[in-house]
C-alpha cells in the first residue's frame, strides 16, 4: 500500500511536469500571445489564456484517469489540483524570470506584451503569480473532474463546449458573411458581443452543445437507429432527398459572399488533390511525398498554354488546356513511377521526395528560366469562360472546383470496388501474395500513379486559373505534407475523411487567421498524434467484408443477427 | 544464357538501364567538354575537392545517425536532420554570448569544445525525447507508420525551432583563430584553417564512433541487437536501452556536425537541418545503410561529387549557372542508388525480411 502511495506522488509530480513544459512550450513558441487578441467569451477569456491553461486541464484530466483506477476519487481529485498547481508553477517561474532577466535574446516570444498577458490582470509579481496558481488549481480541478463524470455527462459537456469555441471562432466569418443581411442583425447582436460571444450566447450554445450530445446519446431517438428500422424503399426515399438536398446547398453555397467562396474553393481544390493522394496511398499504400510536382505540373501547363503575359505560346482558353494538363500531370506519374515500381515503403517514400525536390530545384533555375519564369513565375494567366460567362472571382470558380470534386469524387468510389480497387488494396495489404494472387504489379502499380497524378494535375489546374498567377514557391514539399496530413486525418483510404480533413486542416487556419503561423507545426504534431493515437483517422475506411465466392448467399438479416452470428 | 537474362529482367529493367546510361553519358560527355576547354586550372580542382571534402565529412557524421538507427530498427528517423539543427541552433545563443564576452578570441579552443558539449547535449535530448515520444509506442507497427511520424516531428521541430528562436538567418561569430590558409611546420597549406579543422574533427569522431561500436562492450550490444532483437533480449541485454543509446549517439553525432558545419557555413536557421538531412541520408544509403564505415564513405563521395559535380560536368552541358543544380545532383544521386544499388556500393544484400 506504501510502495503505490509513494509511486503516485511521483506521478503527480510527472504529469505535473509534462503539464508545465507543454505550458512553456505553447508559450515560447509564441501560441499564447498570438491567439490573445482573439475572445471567445466577450471581455472574459481568449484563445490565448485557453491554449495556456489547456496543458493543465489535460494532464490533469489523464492523471486523474490514472490515479483514479488505484486511488479514492479524493485522492483523485487532490492529484487533479496538485497537477494543475504544478504546471502553474512552471509558467510562474517564467513569468518571474521573465521579468527580472532579459530572456528575448534567446526566446523571441518572451515580450512585455507576452508578460503582461501572463500577469492575467493583476498588478503585482505577487498577485500575479497567485492568480496563476490559483486559475491553474481550478483549471486541474475541472479536468479531475470531467475524468471523474460518467461519460454520458462529459461528453455532452465536452461537446457544448466545442460549440462555444467553434462559434466564438466563428465570429468573424458570420459577421463578413451575413452582417448586412437583415435577418442576421438581431441574432448576430443577441449571440456576440464586440469581440467574442456574449454571455447569452455562450449559455445558449453550450445548452444547445450538452442536449445534443445527451439526445444523440440516448437510444430511441437518435436519427441514424430510427433510419436503420425503416423498409428499403423508405431508406433509398431518405437518401435521394439528402442527397438532393445536399445538392441543392452545395449550389447555393457561394451566396454566402466572396469570402467564404474563397475558403471553399481553397478546401475544394486541397480535397481534389486529397482525393487523388488517397488513391496513392490511402488505396494502393505507396507513401507518396513528390506528389507537389503534379499539381505543379498542372497548373504550370494552363500557365504556359494560356497566358496572355511573358510567356504567351497559344491562347486555347482554360477548357482547352485543362486536358492537356491532366494528360501531361498523368503521363508525369507514368514516368516517375516506372523507377519505383521495384520499390517498396520508406524507399519509395524518399525518392519520390527527392523527385520533388529535383523538380523544383530545376523550376527555379536560371537554366529553365527563360521557358518558365524561374521565380518569378508565370503571370496574366486569364480567367476562364464558357461563351460570355466569366469565372472571374471566387464565387464563380467555386462551380468549376465543385464539378472537380464530383467527378473526381466520382471516379473514386467507383475504381475503390472496383478490379483495380480490389487490387490496390491487395497490393496495399502484402505485395507479395497480391503478386502470387495473379495481380499485375507493373499495371496496378503505375494506374494508381497515374490516377492520383491526373487528379492533383486538374487540382492543379484549377488552381492556376484561380489565382491568375503561378510561382514555384506555391509547389514546395509543404503542400505534398498538407495532403498528406488531410488524409491521415481523415482516414486513410476513407473518401469522406478526405472533405473532413480538408475541412478541419484547411478551412480552420483560414478562418483563424493567427493560426496561419502555426499551421506547419500544429500539422507535425497531429501526424505523429494521429499515428499514436488513432491511425485510423476520424472517419475510418469501411472495409466491407463481401462473402467469399461459394460461401452462402446473404440472407439479408437484420444487422443484430448479422453481429450474434459473427460473435 | 540469353533466354534466362531476359526472363530475369522485365522492360522497366531495360527502360531504367537506357535512363542510367543516358545520364551517364552526360556525365561523361559534359566533363569531357568542361576538361577540354580548360576553363579551370588545377587549383580551382583541388580547392573544389577539399570543400567537398569538408562538406562530405559534415554529411558523413549526420550520416551515421541514419544509419545506426535503421541499423537497429529499420526506420528512417526523418527527423534526424532536425536533431542537428536543434544542437547547433541552441549553441549559438552559447556562442553568441561568449563572442560578446571577448572568450573566443582569448581561448578559442576551449570555446569550440564548449559550444560541442552544448550542441551535442541538446542534439542528444532531443534524440531521446523523439525516440521516447514518437517512435518507441510504435515499434512493431507497420513500417509506413513510423515514417509518417518521422515526417510530422521533422516538421513540429522545424516549426517549432522557428517560432521559439524565430524565423530569421542567424550568423555564427567568427573565430579569428581561423581565418586564412592553414598554417603548420613553418608554411602554408593549400587549405583554408577552417576546412582542415572540420575534417580532422569529423575523422576523430568518426574513429571514436567506429572503437565504440566494434570494440566496446556497450558497441557489441548495439551489434547484437541490430542482428536480432529477441535474440539480443533473452542473452541479458536491455534492447530498450541499447535503442536509446543508439539514438543518444546519433544524436552525438548530430551536434558535433551542427558546429562544424556552422564553422563552414557560419549561418543557422530553423530550417537549416532538413536538406543536409536528406543528404546525409543519401550518403548513409550510398555506402549501404546499416554499415558505419559505408555512412562515411558515402559522406565524402556526396560531398566532394556535389561539390566537383556542377563545375565538372554542368557547365560543360552548357547550363548557366550551374552552382545552382548542385541540390538537384544530389537527390538525382539519391534517386539513382536507391534505383540501382539500394543495398549501396558497400551494404550487404539485406534480405526482404529484415529490410
Do not use: C
Not at chain 1, 275 to 290: H, Q, R, S, T
Not at chain 1, 321 to 333: D, E, Q, S, T, Y
Not at chain 1, 497 to 523: C, K, N, Q, S, T
Not at chain 2, 136 to 164: E, K
Amino acid at each position: 500500500m506504501d510502495k503505490e502511495q509513494k509511486f503516485t506522488w511521483a506521478e503527480i509530480l510527472k504529469y505535473g511536469a509534462i503539464g508545465g513544459v507543454v505550458a512553456l512550450f505553447v508559450i515560447l513558441v509564441g501560441m499564447v500571445e498570438g491567439f490573445n487578441e482573439r475572445f471567445i467569451i466577450s471581455e472574459t477569456v481568449t484563445l490565448g489564456q485557453i491554449t495556456l491553461f489547456a496543458a493543465a486541464f489535460l494532464l490533469a484530466y489523464f492523471a486523474t484517469q490514472s490515479a483514479r483506477a488505484i486511488k479514492s476519487t479524493g485522492f483523485a481529485l487532490l492529484t487533479s489540483v496538485l497537477v494543475g498547481v504544478i504546471s502553474g508553477l512552471f509558467v510562474a517561474g517564467l513569468l518571474f524570470l521573465g521579468t527580472k532577466v532579459n530572456l528575448r535574446d534567446i526566446f523571441l516570444n518572451v515580450s512585455p506584451v507576452l508578460l503582461k498577458i501572463l500577469h492575467l490582470g493583476k498588478e503585482s509579481m505577487g498577485a500575479a503569480i497567485a492568480a496563476n496558481l490559483i486559475i491553474s488549481a481550478l483549471v486541474g480541478l475541472a479536468g479531475g473532474l470531467f475524468a471523474l463524470m460518467p461519460k454520458r455527462w462529459s461528453s455532452a459537456l465536452l461537446t457544448g463546449l466545442a460549440y462555444v469555441l467553434l462559434l466564438g471562432i466563428m465570429q468573424e466569418l458570420l459577421t463578413i458573411t451575413f452582417g448586412n443581411k437583415a435577418f442576421y442583425k438581431p441574432i448576430g447582436k443577441f449571440i456576440y458581443a464586440k469581440k467574442g460571444l456574449s454571455w447569452a450566447g455562450t449559455l445558449l450554445f453550450l445548452a444547445i452543445g450538452v442536449l445534443y450530445q445527451m439526445w444523440k446519446g440516448s437510444d430511441k431517438l437518435h436519427p441514424g437507429k430510427k433510419i436503420a428500422t425503416m423498409s428499403r424503399q423508405q431508406q433509398m426515399g431518405i437518401r435521394i432527398a439528402s442527397f438532393a438536398l445536399g445538392l441543392i446547398v452545395l449550389l447555393l453555397l457561394p451566396r454566402l459572399g466572396t469570402y467564404p467562396s474563397e475558403i471553399l474553393t481553397t478546401v475544394g481544390i486541397y480535397i481534389i488533390m486529397g482525393l487523388g493522394l488517397n488513391i496513392v496511398v490511402g488505396y494502393a499504400g505507396l507513401l507518396d511525398l513528390g506528389y507537389v510536382a503534379f499539381f505543379a505540373i498542372g497548373a504550370y501547363t494552363v500557365g504556359i498554354l494560356n497566358t496572355t503575359g511573358k510567356f504567351a505560346t497559344t491562347e486555347w482558353g482554360f477548357w482547352a488546356a485543362l486536358p492537356v494538363a491532366v494528360f501531361l500531370a498523368m503521363m508525369a506519374g507514368v514516368i516517375l513511377g516506372i523507377p519505383v515500381l521495384k520499390m517498396r515503403g520508406d524507399y519509395l517514400a524518399i525518392v519520390t521526395l527527392g523527385f520533388g525536390e529535383i523538380i523544383r530545384v530545376l523550376v527555379l533555375s536560371d537554366w529553365l528560366k527563360p521557358f518558365i519564369g524561374g521565380a518569378q513565375g508565370i503571370l496574366q494567366i486569364p480567367k476562364p469562360h464558357i461563351g460570355s460567362y466569366v469565372f472571374k472571382g471566387p464565387q464563380q470558380m467555386y462551380y468549376i472546383v465543385l464539378g472537380g470534386i464530383l467527378l473526381v469524387g466520382y471516379v473514386a468510389w467507383r475504381l475503390r470496388d472496383a478490379r483495380v480497387g480490389r487490387a490496390w488494396k491487395a497490393l496495399r495489404e502484402d505485395e507479395d501474395v497480391a503478386e502470387a494472387m495473379g495481380i499485375h504489379l507493373v499495371s496496378t502499380k503505375l494506374m494508381a500513379f497515374a490516377t492520383g497524378a491526373a487528379f492533383a494535375g486538374l487540382a492543379g489546374a484549377i488552381f492556376a486559373a484561380k489565382l491568375g498567377s503561378i510561382f514555384p514557391h506555391s509547389f514546395n514539399l509543404i503542400v505534398s505534407i498538407n495532403v498528406l496530413s488531410l488524409i491521415i486525418v481523415g482516414g486513410i483510404g476513407s473518401l469522406p475523411g478526405v472533405v473532413v480533413g480538408a475541412l478541419i486542416l484547411v478551412g480552420m487556419p483560414e478562418l483563424l487567421r493567427e493560426f496561419a503561423d502555426y499551421r506547419m507545426l500544429f500539422y507535425g504534431a497531429l501526424l505523429v498524434v494521429m499515428m499514436l493515437v488513432m491511425p485510423e483517422g476520424f472517419v475510418p475506411e469501411k472495409t466491407h467484408a463481401r462473402p467469399a465466392e461459394g460461401a452462402p448467399p446473404d440472407t439479408g438479416g437484420t444487422p443484430d443477427a448479422a453481429a450474434q452470428e459473427a460473435i | 544464357m540469353l533466354n534466362k537474362f531476359l526472363r530475369k529482367h522485365d522492360t522497366t529493367d531495360f527502360v531504367m538501364w537506357l535512363i542510367g546510361l543516358g545520364l551517364l553519358f552526360a556525365v561523361l560527355y559534359g566533363s569531357y567538354r568542361t576538361l577540354a576547354v580548360g576553363k579551370y586550372d588545377a587549383g580551382v580542382w583541388r580547392d573544389l575537392l577539399i570543400f567537398g571534402l569538408a562538406q562530405g565529412s559534415v554529411y558523413a557524421l549526420i550520416a551515421l545517425g541514419y544509419t545506426l538507427v535503421y541499423g537497429i530498427l529499420f526506420m528512417i528517423n526523418f527527423a534526424h536532420g532536425e536533431v542537428f539543427t536543434g544542437g547547433v541552433f541552441t549553441a549559438y545563443f552559447v556562442a553568441i554570448a561568449m563572442d560578446k564576452a571577448g572568450f573566443i578570441d582569448d581561448h578559442w579552443v576551449l570555446a569550440l569544445l564548449i559550444l560541442m558539449v552544448v550542441a551535442m547535449s541538446f542534439s542528444i535530448l532531443i534524440a531521446i525525447l523523439l525516440e521516447r515520444i514518437a517512435y518507441r509506442p510504435l515499434r512493431g507497427a507497420p513500417r509506413l507508420v513510423p515514417l509518417i511520424t518521422a515526417i510530422g516531428a521533422s516538421f513540429f521541430l522545424q516549426y517549432a525551432y522557428r517560432g521559439i528562436y524565430g524565423s530569421g538567418v542567424k550568423t555564427y561569430p567568427d573565430f579569428p583563430a581561423l581565418d586564412g590558409k592553414l598554417h603548420l611546420f613553418g608554411s602554408e597549406w593549400p587549405i583554408l584553417t577552417t576546412q582542415a579543422l572540420v575534417i580532422v574533427v569529423a575523422g576523430l569522431m568518426m574513429v571514436f564512433l567506429y572503437w565504440y561500436v566494434q570494440k566496446t562492450k556497450a558497441g557489441k550490444a548495439m551489434r547484437a541487437v541490430a542482428e536480432d532483437k529477441e535474440a539480443a533480449a533473452l542473452m541479458g541485454i536491455d534492447v530498450d536501452r541499447v535503442i536509446v543509446s543508439t539514438f543518444a549517439l546519433g544524436g552525438a553525432m548530430a551536434g558535433v556536425a551542427g558546429i562544424l558545419y556552422a564553422l563552414l557555413f557560419k549561418q543557422v536557421n530553423a530550417f537549416m537541418g532538413f536538406i543536409p538531412g536528406i543528404k546525409a541520408f543519401t550518403a548513409a544509403v550510398l555506402g549501404g545503410i546499416g554499415n558505419v564505415p559505408g555512412a562515411m564513405l558515402g559522406g565524402l563521395f556526396l560531398g566532394i561529387f556535389e561539390s566537383i559535380g556542377p563545375s565538372l560536368f554542368l557547365d560543360g552541358l552548357g547550363i548557366p549557372s550551374p552552382y545552382q543544380l548542385k541540390d538537384a545532383i544530389a537527390f538525382t544521386m539519391l534517386v539513382l542508388v536507391l534505383i540501382f544499388r539500394p543495398t549501396g556500393i558497400m551494404g550487404e544484400r539485406l534480405s526482404e525480411k529484415k529490410a
